[in-house]
T-cell receptor
């Protein structure tokens, strides 16, 4: 079974530029999550999708971050404009759905904002 | 009080020894608990899940849960250099079913 796919793996941009990350969850997984992980900390949830609907985006800085999962499968997370403090690893995870809480992570995208 | 707290580490153990990792959580009615392993520069990998009080064994790993004490631990028996990683404790919050992570404990196994 293929795991969670993410791209790109690395990205370096200047502050105020925009960037987009892509995620394809494990086949059949209804729930998709985007996390931000800063060095030395545990992952922090940014947004959760159930199929193509948003379940929770309370921690998403909506003035600069946006995310979508239009067809209920793959998802895109965008940052515009980026700030220096956005430098982090962006992790996508998926789980089967309601009642199943085991989450499986993709390889992540390491973002450096200069 | 943090939702999930772990030993700050780092924890250094000799090869073949038992590594003991501890985690406490604040949500008294949490029901689902997980341990993730994260190698340097890699993403978290789910290695154990536990839902009931007591011990759960999987190979060289044993998870222990004590809901009354709000405590979950991970034992790594016969530690190998390949076990050197950061171990993240994660708990499902009962109010919104979100996964809350600790900051992780870094384990180094000395050959």
């Amino acid at each position: 079974e293929a795991g969670v796919a993410q791209s790109p793996r690395y990205k370096i941009i200047e502050k105020r530029q925009s960037v987009a990350f892509w995620c394809n969850p494990i086949s059949g997984h209804a729930t998709l999550y985007w996390y931000q992980q800063i060095l030395g900390q545990g992952p922090k949830l940014l947004i959760q999708f159930q199929n193509n609907g948003v379940v929770d985006d309370s921690q998403l800085p909506k003035d600069r971050f946006s995310a979508e999962r239009l067809k209920g499968v793959d998802s895109t997370l965008k940052i515009q404009p980026a700030k220096l403090e956005d430098s982090a690893v962006y992790l996508c995870a998926s789980s089967l759905g309601t009642g199943s809480y085991e989450q499986y992570f993709g390889p992540g995208t390491r973002l450096t904002v200069t | 009080q943090k939702e999930v707290e772990q030993n700050s580490g780092p924890l250094s153990v000799p090869e073949g020894a038992i590594a003991s990792l501890n985690c406490t959580y604040s949500d008294r009615v949490s029901q689902s608990f997980f341990w993730y392993r994260q190698y340097s520069g890699k993403s978290p990998e789910l290695i154990m899940s536990i839902y009931s009080n007591g011990d759960k064994e999987d190979g060289r790993f044993t998870a222990q849960l004590n809901k009354a004490s709000q405590y979950v631990s991970l034992l790594i028996r016969d530690s190998q250099p390949s076990d050197s990683a950061t171990y993240l404790c994660a708990v499902i919050r009962s109010n919104d079913y979100k996964l809350s992570f600790g900051a992780g404990t870094t384990v180094t196994v000395r050959a």
